[in-house]
């Protein structure tokens, strides 16, 4: 079951959103050489203890940590720790959520340590996070989750890759609903899987946690041993963006952006919903 959220439920997500928009402000700032992962989960802890808001990270399904922490090889779920100590020319992933009066919101960026990094990583950053933004751009009336799938991936596919090849689209893990709880149906794709079908329409109401993760190499994944940390199984270097979206009357907000989403999708030619909140 897709659960359909009502004018005044996406406004309470957007106040959930917004949280997840300062931890990402606050932990960029903080994700310099010589921080150690630990360090940025204590920022973002601080950041929800400021709004008043509630993790959905910490203690799902056992994570011992406030968010998610993934460097280089490191898909997803890299968990925070005083062992792991940043360095210049580190690619970092940042995924974290929170919860506004049962309210859920989630999203990943991922920022670039000190200085110094291969373009094909620059370029590995750029592609991932425009293919999500491809994927909010279907989200309209009338299409179907299917043709968010499509256009994560087709635009995945028509970018060059430096050096030659494809880039891996992570295939065991993907996007979701959202909603009263962080992970809900649907299970999203990060491409098109015609086993799956078209899938359930999409309608006012619908919201999306879309993610796409982008490896430079296979799209293939292993978890280690602490059975969290998600990593390529060739080695090679990732990037992971994410927000949550509603769509609404009015067309989709992006819930975890501070302006909604209005800037970078009106460069994609869409008016992105009026924000509830103002």
């Not at 359930?200 to 999306?208: R, W």
Request: hydrophobic share 40%; net charge negative.
């Amino acid at each position: 079951m897709v659960q359909i959220k009502t004018p005044e439920q996406i406004a309470k997500m957007r106040e959930a959103g917004l949280v997840v928009a300062a931890i990402h402000a606050a932990t960029r700032e903080a994700a310099v050489p010589g921080a150690t992962t630990k360090d940025l989960d204590q920022v973002a802890r601080k950041v929800l203890a400021e709004h008043n808001a509630k993790p959905n990270f910490l203690g799902y399904g056992g994570f011992p940590a406030t968010i998610c922490t993934s460097v280089n090889e490191v898909v997803v779920h890299g968990i925070p720790s005083d062992d792991v100590v940043l360095k210049d020319g580190d690619v970092i992933s940042i995924d974290c959520g929170a919860i506004i009066d049962g309210w859920h919101g989630d999203a990943a960026f991922t920022a670039f340590v000190g200085s110094g990094h291969a373009p094909e990583l620059v370029e590995l950053s750029r592609v991932t996070e425009e293919s999500m933004w491809a994927g909010i751009a279907a989200m309209k009336q009338g299409n179907r989750l299917v043709d968010v799938s499509r256009a994560i991936e087709t635009y995945i596919r028509r970018q060059p890759k430096p050096g030659g090849g494809r880039y891996g689209i992570i295939e065991d893990y993907g996007g979701h609903g959202i909603g009263t709880e962080m992970h809900m149906d649907p299970h999203l794709l990060n491409y098109v899987d015609r086993r799956r079908g078209k899938g359930p329409k999409l309608v006012p109401g619908f919201c999306l946690a879309i993610e796409p993760m982008v490896s430079l190499g296979t799209p293939k994944t292993e978890v280690l041993q602490d059975d969290w940390t998600v990593v390529t199984t060739d080695g090679t270097w990732s990037s992971h963006w994410e927000h949550s979206v509603a769509l609404t009357e009015e067309g989709p907000l992006v819930l975890t952006s501070p302006d909604g989403g209005k800037a970078k999708l009106a460069e994609l030619g869409i008016v992105a919903a009026p924000d509830p909140l103002g």
